[in-house]
């Protein structure tokens, strides 16, 4: 299929536009196959494409298109219910975007109206991963394989490695045909085989089963995560899990696992054949949640699939326990092994957003929950995080909707398939370039050994305004304040700097 088809009004003149804080324009509407641009006709040819004014949008970006013409029943056969061509009238075409914009076009021709709806309807909502734009897009001077990977399964094992001889890298998933939302390499402990894992992931959820996540350094616990225990009403039990969960408590005597789902959502998991560890297998193991840092307990952390509030979690707890996690480079890694290759489905997550009535079952928004709790954290430690609110709601923006291949797909298997590091750019080579960079650093910032631990209490939890009302309130006066933030801290940094000179 040619993208061309889905296309049934190239072109419309005189049309109006209105976008969320931006004066109205008017120019010529064109339908491309994967943008929707307005060429302003107050803008002249030399200055074209690079005036604000213009309107760029891709067609991912929409989540809902909304319709609505004039003398409509001139375009309807009042016997047989069947469209009839209309010329004369007009139109408007409101698209609700995925970001939260809110972009109202006036269309001359109810024809074109209905024609330019359809084409964006369709072209928004493409099944086939390789007609998505990342495969099409090819910015000048930026080589395909920059940036790819972030980060690697080694990379971090070889961390690990340096502080302890506990653990293992297994290619037990090689061909990601025991789990095939897994990486190809996992880190499991040293003592296990791969036989033991080959059992013990016949007894997790789409097989699952537990691996590496965190070593905490200092106390030498370990966070690991899994898909629920296929458990059911039986009860059943596997000893190669009991087997692997217990050898992961190294020297400990106990640890601690933490099931993300409600009493009753575990209760219903069970009658279908899920449900949690029981206590008599797992003596050991305590469900109950409490903190890997003050116990000093490995955690297993897991809910259904272990793709949503599991990788959340122990995400958040990374970021909390470690201060590597809280630089600009550490927080990606986090995000591209705790995301992206430990298997969070983000073509199924990500397809809608808001606006849509027409969501999947599979659809929600862990990943954007995930970016507003590391806002709030941002905000009760200023000077925490090495990066900044506009990192973070530029990493929102991309997950939905992306000129780069970064969050394409919804596992390393599909990455793999559809050639996405040899066919598309990656995100975080575009978002490391040093003029793009220097844009998303807290000025702020200092680097914190110690833990911070977050208050919940409801009055310490606010808007992410940021991101939710972006796009309605003017974020000019907020600019300004950063800037000279950046202005203010560069000027301190650099007297710290001539004063140690000077002594």
Same mark, same amino acid.
């Given at each position: 299929? /040619? ?16 976008c ?13 196959s994967h943008?929707?641009l ?46 009839m ?51 099409f ?12 990977p ?40 040293r ?59 190294m ?25 949690t ?11 109950l ?24 979690l ?10 590597e ?19 969070h ?47 973070l709601?530029t990493l ?31 995100l975080?080579?575009?978002?490391n ?32 305004a940021g ?11 907020? /600019? ?24």
């Amino acid at each position: 299929m /040619e993208l061309s088809d889905l296309i049934q009004t190239a072109q419309v003149e005189n049309v109006r536009v209105w976008c969320p804080l931006k004066p109205p324009m008017m120019g010529t509407l064109c339908v491309s196959s994967h943008h929707l641009l307005l060429c302003d006709a107050s803008v002249s040819e030399g200055s074209r494409g690079k005036d604000i004014a213009e309107l760029w949008l891709l067609h991912c970006a929409v989540d809902k298109v909304e319709k609505s013409v004039q003398n409509i029943g001139q375009l309807q056969n009042t016997q047989t219910g069947q469209e009839m061509e209309g010329k004369s009238g007009s139109g408007t075409v409101t698209l609700r975007c995925k970001d939260l914009r809110v972009i109202h076009m006036e269309i001359p021709g109810m024809e074109e109206t209905l024609n330019i709806a359809r084409s964006v309807q369709a072209l928004s909502s493409l099944d086939s991963v390789t007609l998505s734009y990342p495969f099409f897009f090819r910015p000048s001077g930026y080589s395909l394989g920059h940036g790819w990977p972030r980060d690697t399964v080694e990379n971090f094992y070889d961390k690990i490695k340096a502080e302890t001889d506990d653990w293992r890298l297994s290619e037990v998933n090689m061909n990601f045909k025991l789990c095939p939302s897994y990486p190809a390499k996992v880190i499991v402990p040293r003592c296990c085989s791969d036989e033991t894992l080959l059992k013990a992931a016949a007894f997790r959820q789409v097989g699952r089963f537990p691996v590496l996540s965190y070593y905490h350094s200092t106390n030498q616990a370990a966070l690991l995560r899994s898909a629920q225990p296929l458990v059911g009403t039986a009860p059943h039990h596997c000893e190669q899990d009991e087997v692997l969960l217990n050898a992961a408590l190294m020297e400990q005597s106990s640890g601690f696992i933490i099931d993300t789902r409600s009493a009753q959502e575990t209760k219903q998991a069970r009658n279908a054949g899920g449900g949690t560890e029981s206590k008599s297998r797992y003596p050991n193991w305590r469900v109950l949640c409490r903190s890997l840092e003050r116990e000093c307990a490995t955690v297993l952390v897991h809910g259904e699939d272990g793709s949503g509030n599991t990788l959340l979690l122990t995400s958040l707890a990374q970021l909390i326990l470690s201060p590597e996690s809280r630089t600009m480079d550490g927080f990606q890694d986090v995000i591209e092994r705790e995301w992206l290759q430990a298997g969070h489905p983000f073509q199924l997550r990500c397809a809608q957003s808001g606006w849509s009535q027409s969501r999947a079952q599979q659809e929600s928004p862990y990943f954007l929950l995930f970016l507003d709790c590391c806002w709030q954290l941002g905000r009760q430690f200023p000077r925490a995080l090495e990066f900044n609110e506009r990192f973070l709601y530029t990493l929102a923006t991309h997950a939905y909707s992306s000129e780069y291949g970064s969050f394409l797909c919804n596992n390393e298997k599909e990455r793999c398939q559809y050639e996405v590091q040899d066919r598309t750019h990656s995100l975080w080579g575009y978002l490391n370039q040093p003029k793009e960079r220097q844009h998303f650093l807290n000025p702020m910032y200092e680097e914190n050994p110690l833990v911070i631990w977050p208050s919940v209490a409801p009055q310490s939890l606010q808007l992410w305004a940021g991101f939710f009302l972006r796009y309605l309130l003017p974020l000019e006066h907020t /600019e300004m304040a950063w800037m000279k933030m950046v202005e203010l801290t560069g000027a301190y940094k650099m007297d710290l700097t001539d004063n140690n000179f000077i002594g």
